[in-house]
């Protein structure tokens, strides 16, 4: 059930309620909050970038403001549970975080896939070994993702689904790297950038259609980072920095403008 459809119900509870208080019978008790929800995925979820680490999140790296934590202020569900976390692949995910969900969650969001494809080595390659090795390490993370994410996509989306049945499902994307022909006068190569931007448009096809597959909704955030990604005048990601763990995820901008946005559309 989609999140709006639930809001307007809610909506229309409540309205019976107040009438019944109005007539002098006694009020019921309301829901007034939102479905469960459980936050999964990997340091785009987590929030590293943004800062803010709440300190019980230790290596995991998990930001107040980070998305889960600004959808969940702001729609009060009924329950939270954040398990994402910094550096998850795929079998972390299935193995250490879905423990929150049950036939009661309402909305599950995750963020997977970019840690299987070697986005970390990849990156670190193109900074440390120049274009040629850049370009190749991005093909093999391309060919990675064609041929191998599929399936690893696959076992995350039917472990969800299994745990939680009835929720509904965003899997939100990742944005574009790089704006090309931009205002970086320094660093890796035009050359290099494109072909960053090329594997995450691979990526994000791939998860967009393993995620319609099983019946759930693609949170596409490359339009919402447009004009916001590295070498733009006003970034919402992080190019190298120190800690440099930090390095090329959003900041709290991006997350704030752009995977909240994205994610409020879709539920």
């Not at 990997?42 to 934590?69: F, H, L, T």
């Not at 995750?110 to 970390?120: L, Y």
């Not at 790297?177 to 050359?191: D, H, V």
């Not at 096809?205 to 590295?230: C, L, N, Q, W």
């Amino acid at each position: 059930m989609k999140l709006r459809r639930w809001t307007s119900m809610a909506t229309a509870v409540a309205t019976l309620v107040g009438l019944t208080a109005l007539s002098g019978a006694a009020p019921a008790t309301a829901q007034d909050a939102g479905p469960a929800y459980v936050a999964l995925g990997d340091s785009y979820s987590s929030g590293v970038g943004a800062g803010s680490y709440e300190s019980g999140s230790g290596a995991c790296k998990r930001s107040a403001k980070a998305y889960p934590r600004l959808w969940s202020a702001a729609n009060s569900p009924s329950s939270f549970a954040f398990t994402a976390c910094a550096g998850a692949r795929t079998t972390d995910v299935i193995a250490g975080q879905l423990g929150p969900l049950n036939a009661s969650t309402g909305l599950v969001t995750v963020s997977i896939g970019g840690n299987d494809a070697g986005f970390g080595d990849t990156m670190t390659t193109c900074v440390l070994q120049g274009e040629r090795a850049c370009l190749a390490r991005v093909a093999q993370a391309r060919t990675y993702i064609a041929e191998t994410l599929p399936g690893k996509l696959d076992a995350v989306y039917d472990a969800i689904h299994q745990k939680a049945p009835s929720a509904e499902v965003v899997v939100l994307g990742y944005p574009r790297m790089y704006q090309l022909n931009g205002e970086c006068k320094a660093g890796i190569s035009e050359k290099s950038r494109a072909a960053i931007n090329a594997a995450s448009d691979d990526l994000s096809g791939v998860t967009a259609k393993r995620a319609a597959d099983h019946g759930f909704t693609y949170g596409d955030v490359r339009s919402a980072f447009g004009g916001h990604e590295i070498c733009s005048a006003a970034p919402w990601l992080h190019s190298v920095t120190f800690p440099v763990e930090e390095s090329y995820h959003p900041t709290a901008s991006g997350q704030s403008g752009g995977y909240l946005p994205v994610l409020e559309q879709a539920a």
